[in-house]
């Protein structure tokens, strides 16, 4: 399940939009003791490469540690967006970017996040914006084409790059969590100070889960 905060912010703080962090003006960073080494470096010595030996245990707990970190930290947010569609990943963006200060949670019933969006409409791969939708693109840096002053459109030449390239930023955000593979089950809702029903969270579970509440076997 994740809740709304006991205390939510109405407004944002005077600092927020100044504090904004936008990851992909800065350089990946590099935590631990990774040897920063690039590819370039590596030229010429492929006899000499290896993988770093690793145990399974490991990753278990490398992977679980975070994962359920995650979720203790996200069982109360701020925002949570239902879909990594299109329409979920600009909205993640454009919030986590306006909004530092908010927690915001992506819950996405896929394995693969980014919904139908990785192709254009008929199955064709070109993504066709309507303007002023172009201003997004430049946002995001993401190119595409201009038909001629009287088109109300603009061209993205595969709908893959958007898709991808939102994604890509979304996910840099300090302030966004993506649960993909989680399915909402239920909202939660509760009675207002007007006596007002309204949405205040959701329920959540593991997609897999959800396709099979008859089969007990699934949770062998």
Not at 67 to 93: M, Q, R
């Amino acid at each position: 399940m994740m809740d709304e905060p006991t205390t939510s912010p109405a407004t944002a703080p005077a600092s927020a939009a100044k504090t904004a962090i936008m990851p992909h003006t800065t350089s990946v960073p590099v935590k631990g003791h990774t040897n920063p080494q690039s590819i370039e470096d590596m030229a010429g010595a492929w006899k000499d490469f290896q993988f770093a030996p690793i145990r399974e245990s490991q990753v278990s707990r490398a992977m679980t540690r975070r994962y359920f970190a995650d979720l203790d930290k996200y069982a109360e947010s701020d925002i949570v967006i239902i879909g990594a569609g299109s329409c979920g990943l600009s909205t993640a963006y454009c919030l986590a970017k306006a909004r530092p200060d908010l927690k915001i949670a992506i819950i996405e019933a896929g394995v693969a996040p980014g919904g139908g969006a990785w192709l254009g409409g008929q199955l064709f791969s070109a993504m066709i914006m309507r303007k002023p939708a172009d201003a997004f693109l430049r946002e995001l840096g993401v190119e595409y084409e201009d038909d001629g002053p009287d088109a109300n459109f603009v061209v993205v030449k595969h709908a893959a790059l958007f898709t991808s390239t939102v994604l890509s930023k979304v996910l840099q955000f300090p302030n966004v969590k993506l649960f993909n593979a989680t399915a909402v089950e239920d909202l939660i809702t509760r009675t207002d100070g007007k006596g007002e029903i309204r949405v205040a969270g959701v329920v959540t579970n593991w997609t897999l889960v959800t396709m099979h509440h008859d089969d007990q076997s699934c949770m062998g």
